[in-house]
């Protein structure tokens, strides 16, 4: 039973560029939700992602965009990269359909890195 | 907006000595989870605490719930190194909301 993958584990972009994350939920999952963790904080919500819309969004700016496909997996995306943008990005699945309970499984992170 | 505190930002114990962490919500909750993250990890789920005054116990592991449910706390009996992590609560409310994390360290 697959856990949650995330790609790239690491990559490095320089400012102004544009990137994009992937994630592959838990088998059996049908939400993803996305985490920002800057080094010794606790991960700050992104957006939330169920039935290929997007349900809930923390306090990030635009430039912060998603997509869910139709078998669960979602894509982070991020334009015009700033230096504060460098940080771990978990993707977190859950099953919400029938159990309503939004209980995290994250994966490994991608961790980004902006010069 | 919904904020939670967690307090302290760090503890550095004996082994065998106790360990508390304490999180605070500015919002009434409709749960409460725990995660541990092990250095260089990824958070990964301890447990869901959903009832007011709620009390859970995991092997040395004791998590309550407050009754007015905007607080929570873990306690660790006996630490031992491989409790070594940071610890996060995570509040439900509108959002899923994570505190700061305590990070802990053991000292064999």
């Known amino acids: 039973d697959a856990g949650v993958t995330q790609s790239p584990t690491h990559l490095i972009k320089t400012r102004g560029q544009q990137v994009t994350l992937r994630c592959s939920p838990k088998?059996?999952?049908?939400?993803v939700s996305w985490y920002q963790q800057a080094l010794g904080q606790g991960p700050q919500f992104i957006f939330q992602?169920?039935?290929?819309?997007?349900?809930q969004r923390g306090n990030f700016p635009d430039r912060f965009s998603g997509h869910q496909f139709p078998n669960y997996s979602s894509e982070l995306n991020v334009n015009a990269l700033l230096l504060g943008d460098s940080a771990l990005y978990l993707c977190a699945s859950s099953f919400l359909k029938t159990s309503g309970a939004n209980v995290l499984t994250f994966g490994a992170g991608s961790r980004l890195t902006v010069l | 907006g919904q904020q939670v505190m967690q307090i302290p930002q760090y503890q550095h114990v004996q082994e065998g000595e106790d360990f508390t962490t304490y999180c605070n919500s500015s919002t009434t909750l409709s749960n409460i989870q725990w995660y541990k993250q092990r250095p260089g990890g990824h958070p990964v789920f301890l447990i869901q605490?959903?009832?007011?005054?709620e009390v859970k116990k995991q092997k040395r592991l004791t998590f309550q719930f407050g009754e007015a449910k905007k607080n929570s706390s873990l306690h660790i009996t006996a630490t031992q190194t491989t409790d070594v992590g940071t610890y996060f609560c995570?509040?439900?409310?509108?959002?899923?909301?994570f505190g700061a994390g305590t990070i802990l360290r053991v000292k064999s």
């Open positions: 992602y169920y039935e290929e819309e997007e349900r």
């Open positions: 088998s059996g999952h049908d939400t």
């Open positions: 605490l959903v009832k007011s005054g």
């Open positions: 995570a509040g439900q409310g509108n959002k899923l909301v």
